[in-house]
C-alpha cells in the first residue's frame, strides 16, 4: 500500500484545512487508515482513524469536535477536515494504514506511512 498525503498550509488561528491521503497498490479494504501528527521535538501522536469498510471514525480527545475523518471509496482517498484550528495543532500530519484487528491509536498497528504534510497554526 502506498500513501501520499497533500492539502498542509499554513492558516490563522480558528481556520480549517483538509488534508487528503491518496492510497494505491494492494488491496486496502481490510484496513484501518489513520492520521497522525508530530510537532517539534514531541513523539508522533494519534489523530484519527477510519475502517475503509466499516466507515467507523476514532478520534483523540484532541480531535473530537473539530476534525473529521471520512474516506471516499471512489477516489480511493481519506480525508481529515479540521475545523477550528488552534496553534497546537501544529504539527507533521501522516497518514498511515495497517490491517483491521490492531488498537487504532497505536503506532505499531500501521504499517505502510505518507510522506507527512506540514500544518501550521499561526497569527
Known amino acids: 500500500v502506498q500513501l501520499q498525503a497533500s492539502g498542509g498550509g499554513s492558516v490563522q488561528p480558528g481556520g480549517a484545512l483538509r488534508l487528503s491521503c491518496a492510497v494505491s497498490?494492494?488491496?486496502?479494504?481490510?484496513?484501518?487508515m489513520g492520521w497522525f501528527r508530530q510537532a517539534p521535538g514531541k513523539e508522533r501522536e494519534f489523530v484519527a482513524a477510519?475502517?475503509?469498510?466499516?466507515?467507523?471514525?476514532f478520534y483523540s480527545d484532541s480531535a473530537k469536535g473539530r476534525f473529521t475523518i471520512a474516506r471516499d471509496m471512489s477516489k480511493n482517498t481519506v480525508y481529515l477536515q479540521m475545523n477550528r484550528l488552534r496553534p497546537e495543532d501544529t504539527a507533521v500530519y501522516y497518514c498511515?494504514?495497517?490491517?483491521?484487528?490492531?488498537?487504532?491509536?497505536?503506532?505499531?498497528?500501521?504499517?505502510?506511512w505518507g510522506q507527512g504534510t506540514q500544518v501550521t497554526v499561526s497569527s
Open positions: 477510519i475502517s475503509w469498510s466499516s466507515d467507523s471514525p
Open positions: 497498490g494492494g488491496s486496502f479494504s481490510n484496513y484501518v
Open positions: 498511515a494504514a495497517g490491517p483491521h484487528g490492531n488498537i487504532v491509536s497505536t503506532i505499531t498497528s500501521y504499517d505502510s
